[in-house]
Antibody, heavy 122, light 107 residues
Framework: QVRLQESGPGLLRPSQTLSLTCAVSGGSLNSDADYWTWIRQPAGKGLEWIGRIHSSGSSTYNPSLRGRVTMSLDTSNSQFSLELTSVTAADTAVYFC??????????????WGQGILVTVSS | AIWMTQSPSLVSGSTGDRVTISCRMSQGIRSYLAWYQQKPGKAPELLIYGGSTLQSGVPSRFSGSGSGTDFTLTISGLQSEDFATYYCQQYFSFPWTFGQGTKVDIK
């Protein structure tokens, strides 16, 4: 059973860069069948897909984040990361990492981290 | 982006009730829809993908149906552990998007 765990700073100032890491255990980041994904959820609100990355280097991001997002993989340390630049209060949310499993023709988010609260405040 | 409308936003039920949640898409997505359950303070958990395929380990009282633009999640025989918020999610086209959520609470 794959397990995911987010880590990173919980408080940022506006205009700073959010950097989060997701440690993966019980599974391989090199699996062709898996994409590694970030999703966020503002308090009391719904879920927003941020993007995903594959071990091939392929990545897809949500256009709503206007080029502020970068994801990367560190297979040697079995972790993947999210960077979100120029944060504002609107980026305050619980951030989840998740595995996006491909079982053609379907995709599904079948394993999730517990989530980490990131607050942007001056 | 594909938008989805979940309804109702809140449904109140009692143990043993049958509950249905609807998810309507802004355009057809074949059967590329998943359903998730989220309890307070926890990550979502996958229930169904492909519109109707039950994820391993999910109780059979959960079922999904639909294709194209209209999908339904049904809980047949509500249990105490089912009181939670449910989200639909499309993976037909990027960006993946989620419905607004339906909270199932105790009547």
């Amino acid at each position: 059973q794959v397990r995911l765990q987010e880590s990173g700073p919980g408080l940022l100032r506006p205009s700073q860069t959010l950097s989060l890491t997701c440690a993966v255990s019980g599974g391989s980041l090199n699996s062709d069948a898996d994409y590694w994904t970030w999703i966020r959820q503002p308090a009391g609100k719904g879920l927003e897909w941020i993007g995903r990355i594959h071990s091939s280097g392929s990545s897809t991001y949500n256009p709503s984040l206007r080029g502020r997002v970068t994801m990367s993989l560190d297979t040697s340390n079995s972790q993947f990361s999210l960077e979100l630049t120029s944060v504002t209060a609107a980026d305050t949310a619980v951030y989840f990492c998740a595995r996006d499993r491909v079982l053609l023709p379907h995709n599904f988010l079948d394993s999730w981290g517990q989530g980490i609260l990131v607050t942007v405040s001056s | 982006a594909i938008w989805m409308t979940q309804s109702p936003s809140l449904v109140s039920g009692s143990t043993g009730d049958r509950v249905t949640i609807s998810c309507r898409m802004s355009q057809g997505i074949r059967s590329y829809l998943a359903w998730y359950q989220q309890k307070p303070g926890k990550a979502p958990e996958l229930l169904i993908y492909g519109g109707s395929t039950l994820q391993s380990g999910v109780p059979s009282r959960f079922s999904g149906s639909g294709s194209g633009t209209d999908f339904t999640l049904t809980i047949s025989g509500l249990q105490s552990e089912d009181f939670a918020t449910y989200y639909c999610q499309q993976y037909f086209s990027f960006p993946w998007t989620f419905g607004q959520g339906t909270k199932v609470d105790i009547k």
